[in-house]
Structure formats: C-alpha cells, structure tokens
C-alpha cells in the first residue's frame, strides 16, 4: 500500500460518498492485511455480528467504534473482496452515523433521575397507604424516617422491627438505644443527624427484607437521600449496605471503608442489633464512627 495514501486513510474529514467510502474501506483493508491483521479479525469476529454491528449502534469500553474491523472482517472472512467491500462500505456507512461516545453504564440508584423540588413531606405523601409491596400486609405502622431534614449524617438501616412497626419511629428498641449512644459518642443528638430504613414496613419475624421488598421500597430511600443531601451516608448492617452499593459483599468485607453513593461518601458498619450480639465488635464499630466524625469535623462527646 501506497504510504502516501495509508497515511490519508482515515484522515479525511468530509463525509465520503459511496465511492470514496469503498475506496477507504479498500484502503483499510489493504492496511489491514498488510499489518497481519485479516486473520485476528476473521477469527474473532462472526459474520452475524458483523450484520448486528451494522445494524445497531454500539458503545464500546474503548471508545473506538467497530465499524473498522467489522468492516475489515466482512471482507477477510468471506474472501470476495468486491462483494465484502460492498457489504463493509455499507456497514461502515450505517455505523458511522451512529457512533456512541464512550459512556460508563450507570449504576441502578444512578439511572434513578432527581426530582426536582422533592420534598419529605410529598416523599410520605406518596408512599400513603402504601401496600405496593408484600410486607404491607403485616405491618402496623409505615416507618418514614425521622430526623433533621437537612442533616449532615444520614443513617439508614434495612427495616423495622416490633418495636418500630409498633410506634412507626425508626430504631426506637435496644438497637434504637444502642444507635442513640453511638450518635451522642459522636457529639451529636439524634436530632441532629437523620434516620431511615431501605424498607419502611416491618418484614415478618424480623427476617431481612426480599428482593423484590427491596426493589419496590427503595426508591423512597433513594428520593429521602436526594432531598435530605447528607455529607455523609452511614449504612447500618449487611442489607442497607449491599442495596445502596448494589454488591452481594458481605457487611464484613465492607465495613470501615469509603464508597461513593452518588457523589456521597458512604460508611458501611455494623448494625447495632449485631452489637448487641456481639459486644466483642463495637471497637471496629467505633473506629468506622471516627472515621465518620473525621470527615464531619466531630469531636467526641467528652465523658
Ligand atoms: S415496604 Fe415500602 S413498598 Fe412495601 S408496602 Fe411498605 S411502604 Fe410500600
């Protein structure tokens, strides 16, 4: 192949016609086989993939579009070059105008669009009497979440239990004590900071809320997070974690370590109802607390 002209394929900046389109795909090709490359593509590449790349708008992770090799790959594969280059001029053509950039897929919580204006009080007015999901047919009170609506440190916790099934507040039994001196430990007031839970109705025998609970709830949790906008997330045992971070990890693995939940700092720890189980944990609990505190600009409560 003619260097000159090799170093003018894909230089072109107007949209070629169709025969300058062949011509370039002739170019390619011949640029192609002269790299060794026919073979890698033939190989690795279908036919009816070519057809479906033709077809159909593609995002790669690369950035750089098939159209090229699937075009290089119609023609080595079949080995009738004045066929394939129609085939391949034509595939290139279609794809060419329809080139994605490169995008990164975003996450469930992330594809989920802001509301503008959201407020609390419209999140629980929608929510209403809400039996969209199994769990509503043993609950006795739906528990919102409770608060300061413009607090720096949300916690969230999986579901409700008796006690707050019973009085429709969030973490109000032993758990809810425990949580309550961890937030004092870290010189605030539970009114300071604001709680919720990924389900807001009990799941029976206290079990952990279900997939399909979870899918169905969470989205409340997602717009309380938007309109509350905390500096920092703290989720409370396995499930609050594994749901905002959409990982099957388990709360072990996770805790004590910083993620990102939609531009928020995320701190997964323990659950106080594990503390009260096992007291042996509370000092890792503590350390993630700090952690918490450090980022918040908190200073212990002095005893
Ligand atoms: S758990 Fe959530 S989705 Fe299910 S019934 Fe209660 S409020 Fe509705």
Request: hydrophobic share 40%; proline share 8%.
């Amino acid at each position: 192949m003619d260097p000159a002209k090799r170093a003018s394929v894909g230089a072109r900046s107007e949209v070629p016609d169709d025969a300058q389109l062949e011509e370039q795909v002739n170019d390619w090709l011949r640029y192609g086989e002269d790299l060794g490359l026919g073979p890698f593509y033939r190989d690795r590449a279908p036919l009816h993939a070519i057809a479906e790349s033709a077809a159909a708008p593609v995002a790669t992770s690369s950035g750089i579009s098939p159209a090229v090799p699937a075009a290089m790959a119609a023609a080595a594969a079949s080995r009738a070059p004045a066929t394939s280059i129609n085939v391949a001029a034509s595939a290139l053509k279609k794809s060419s105008a329809s080139i994605i950039l490169p995008a990164s897929a975003p996450s469930l919580f992330e594809a989920i669009e802001r509301i503008a204006g959201d407020t609390l009080p419209r999140i629980r007015e929608d929510i209403g009497d809400c039996t969209r999901c199994k769990l509503h047919k043993g609950r006795t009170k739906i528990v919102f979440g409770t608060g300061n609506p413009n607090a720096d440190l949300m916690f969230v916790g999986e579901g409700p239990g008796r006690d707050e099934d019973l009085s429709g507040e969030p973490f109000v039994g032993r758990a809810g004590k425990l949580l309550t001196d961890m937030i004092k430990a870290m010189g605030l007031q539970r009114e300071d900071v604001y709680i919720a839970n990924v389900v807001k109705c009990r799941p029976p025998e206290n079990r952990l809320p279900e997939k399909d609970e979870i899918t169905t709830c969470s989205p409340y949790l997602m717009r309380q997070i938007d309109t509350i906008k905390p500096k920092v997330i703290c989720t409370l045992g396995s499930c609050s974690a594994q749901t905002l971070l959409q990982t099957a990890q388990g709360i072990s693995k996770l805790r004590g370590e910083w993620f990102d939940f939609r531009g928020t700092k995320l701190m997964p720890t323990y659950h106080p109802a594990y503390l009260l189980r096992n007291p042996a944990a509370k000092p890792e609990v503590w350390k993630d607390l700090q952690k918490v505190m450090a980022v918040l600009g908190l200073q212990p409560k002095k005893r």
